[in-house]
């Protein structure tokens, strides 16, 4: 007698499925030759762990969910088509249908009330050259604040910097129980440091920026499950073997050291602090920026800072418009300064910073930068934004 296998069938909302996928989402990569960089990997152990997995060659990423499941299964799905079948489903609980044996045209079925959609099954067995999930064994570990990572992210999102022949991403350097994020393109540096964030915990290593945009995301998704959940955001970070890895509850991200090298940056901060700053309201001064930022059509819009006798002057040739210019006052004595930026870095720098004031040095040279940081210092909180001076004709 003949018995028809009977197909495996895993009823989940249709909101934490599409919690699981798009937080995967992140690591896929449409335009790898690879096939498996452009699927996501699916798997369910009884009796009630449920798994979404994806990578590229740099990171990987997991989501963790919890659902009544009767039997093992696992299956590599099409990305795109998983994640559109699911948006399409109406709101509640949506069936997954497996077929109990492999082959060539087997196909998952995502169903609800409506019309069922059939997903083709690329495979069933993933191999894991790059290890999704898995524990960095043997390394230096720490607890970590969501919050205060959301904020090392922010402040230095703006600088950033991709290529076309690859990602350059940020640096993260843990020492002495600090935690610094550094990022930077051929214009400007942003630098946050936290301080007594971390458990003894040391590591110095670039992060590809695909990485940094991917941990962000993860971070919102973990912060709104924590608030939902009545919990601290308190998430895991370990390090070994040129990987590093975040656990933040049900989501965890691991990546792979990024080429580039940990970018220098202390020989533009030696010896400001022997130079007395241009303080600067931070409200005036961001309003000053974005007027004239907003009066330009160019994304690349440059300004003249000139300080003398105790007033900024923002001077902007702008196209179609003319010379613009805006006073600021300077709030205490400083020396006479003077140089040319983009305004919209200027704005990055300005508005990435929590404060009533914001100090200025410059350099006597003329090809040295503009530093900028929050006025006062903090005991656990240390920002620098530094803007690469433009060589005009002038100069």
């Given at each position: 007698m ?9 009823t989940?909302q249709?909101?934490?499925l599409?919690?699981?996928?798009e937080?995967?989402?992140?690591a896929v ?5 690879d096939?498996?960089h452009?699927?996501?990997?699916i ?7 449920i ?15 919890t659902?009544k ?12 088509e998983?994640?559109?079948?699911i ?5 509640g609980?949506?069936h ?7 082959g060539?045209?087997?196909s998952v079925?995502v169903s ?9 099954i690329?495979?069933?067995?993933w191999e ?7 524990p960095v ?6 607890i ?5 990572l959301?904020k090392l992210?922010?402040?230095?999102y703006s ?7 690859g990602?350059?991403g940020?640096?993260f ?5 600090n ?10 540096i ?10 003894p ?8 920026a ?24 308190i ?20 990546v ?8 220098t940056?202390e020989?533009?901060?030696d ?8 303080t600067?309201?931070?409200?005036s001064?961001?309003t000053a920026l974005k007027e ?13 800072l000139k300080?003398?006798?105790?007033i ?11 010379e613009?210019k805006k006073?600021?006052k300077v709030?205490?004595?400083c020396?006479?300064m003077?140089v040319?930026?983009n ?10 910073m929590?404060?009533d004031?914001?100090n ?5 040279e ?10 006062g ?7 620098s934004?530094i803007v690469m001076?433009?060589?005009t004709w002038k100069s």
């Open positions: 003949y018995f028809e296998p009977t197909p495996n069938i895993i989940i249709k909101a934490d599409l919690r699981l996928v937080g995967c989402k992140h990569d449409k335009k790898s030759r096939w498996t452009k699927e996501m990997y798997w369910a152990e009884p009796p009630k762990a798994a979404v997995n994806s990578k590229d060659r740099d990171i990987a990423i997991q989501c963790n969910g659902v499941v009767e039997e093992s299964w696992d299956a590599v799905l099409p990305c795109d998983l994640h559109k079948a948006k399409a489903m109406p709101s609980p949506i997954l249908t497996i077929p109990p044996i492999t060539n045209n087997m079925v609800s009330d409506s019309s069922p959609t059939k997903i083709p690329v495979c069933q067995h894991n050259e790059f290890p999704i999930g898995d064994v043997g390394g230096e570990s720490s970590i604040n969501t919050e205060l959301i992210l922010d402040s230095t600088a950033v910097c991709r290529r076309d022949d990602n350059v940020c640096g350097r843990a020492q002495d129980g935690l610094l994020v550094i990022t930077h393109d051929k214009h400007r942003a630098i946050a440091e936290a301080k007594d964030c971390l458990q915990f040391t590591t110095t290593m670039m992060l590809p695909k990485a940094f945009h991917a941990l962000r995301k993860l971070c919102d998704c973990f912060m709104a499950a924590s608030k939902k959940a009545r919990k601290a955001p998430g895991d970070v370990y390090h070994a073997n040129g990987r590093i890895n975040f656990l933040l509850g049900d989501f965890e991200i691991t792979k050291q990024s080429q580039y090298r940990f970018p940056f020989n533009y901060l010896g400001i602090d022997d130079l007395p700053p241009a600067l309201r931070h409200g001064l961001l004239i930022a907003a009066s330009s059509k160019a994304k690349d819009q440059n300004a003249l300080i003398e006798n105790g900024l002057t923002l001077t902007a040739d702008v196209p179609g418009v003319g613009i006073t600021i709030e205490f004595d020396p006479k003077e040319t930026l305004v919209s870095y200027i704005i990055d720098g300005v508005a990435a929590d404060c004031l914001v200025w040095w410059k350099k006597p003329r090809t040295d930068p503009l530093v900028m940081k929050p006025w210092e903090s005991e656990d909180w240390d920002y934004y001076p433009i060589r």
